[in-house]
């Protein structure tokens, strides 16, 4: 049988009813070949789930970013609720290592399997929601989705000032926008790049950033403010 104490550790979460818990990583295979356990699949606390990280991340959203229209919203959401990203994470909190597999799904890799590790994930939010509330469960949700949901955003930032700077030169200038790194400051694990933003010869802006990604999405920033006053 799993920890349960040692994943409710990994989690940060003390479950008042550990038997959620439990229940949330009982995969259908398992209840074929231990059906005098009494046990539950997390089949139901996975479509709780769903329906909790779906809110959670939509309400977040929603009040983190005022300006944007639910077309760009709804783009976010989607890449953050979707299999891949709920799979990393579960991988990351070594869900499968806790699995109740049945001895097939075992041997047939199930305890690495994307849909067991993104429906675990899910359902493992739904026993936090039943067992601590939402507060809890909210807080619960964008710890794991801290990092996802900055890396979606500044995705989305770096997409918009970039392309925009994009059509503005292309359709003034002729030309396309170069980014150059100037400049690598810091240790490896701390780094800040230095980009500058170029239309042919001309510098149009200069931005600084901890990835060289967020440095150009700083450079065209500058170079629309320059350009546009905005």
């Not at 709780?48 to 977040?60: K, R």
């Not at 290592?97 to 994930?121: F, Q």
């Amino acid at each position: 049988m799993s920890d349960l104490g040692a994943l409710q550790t990994i989690l940060d979460v003390n479950f008042k009813d550990e038997s959620l818990l439990q229940q949330a990583l009982v995969h259908r295979s398992y209840l074929n070949e231990n059906s005098l356990l009494h046990l539950v699949s997390n089949e139901r606390l996975e479509f709780l789930g769903d329906a909790v990280l779906g809110f959670v991340v939509a309400s977040e959203l929603y009040s983190r970013f005022p300006d944007f229209s639910e077309g760009e919203l709804t783009k976010l959401r989607s890449a953050l609720v979707r299999g891949e990203t709920l799979t990393r994470i579960a991988l990351s909190l070594q869900l499968g290592d806790y699995l109740y597999l049945g001895r097939g799904e075992e041997d047939s890799g199930g305890r690495s399997r994307s849909r067991n590790l993104s429906c675990t994930l899910e359902a493992v939010i739904g026993a936090v929601f039943l067992d601590q509330g939402l507060d809890v469960a909210k807080g619960f949700i964008l710890k794991l989705l801290g990092s996802e949901l900055d890396g979606v955003v500044e995705d989305k930032f770096a997409a918009d000032y970039k392309s925009r700077l994009q059509q503005i030169i292309q359709s003034e200038r002729k030309i396309t926008p170069v980014y150059r790194t100037i400049e690598e400051m810091g240790p490896d694990h701390a780094k800040v790049f230095t980009v500058e933003v170029l239309a042919g010869d001309t510098i149009l802006g200069q931005g600084c950033g901890r990835s060289k990604r967020a440095a150009e999405t700083d450079a065209a920033r500058q170079a629309l403010q320059g350009l546009t006053g905005g």
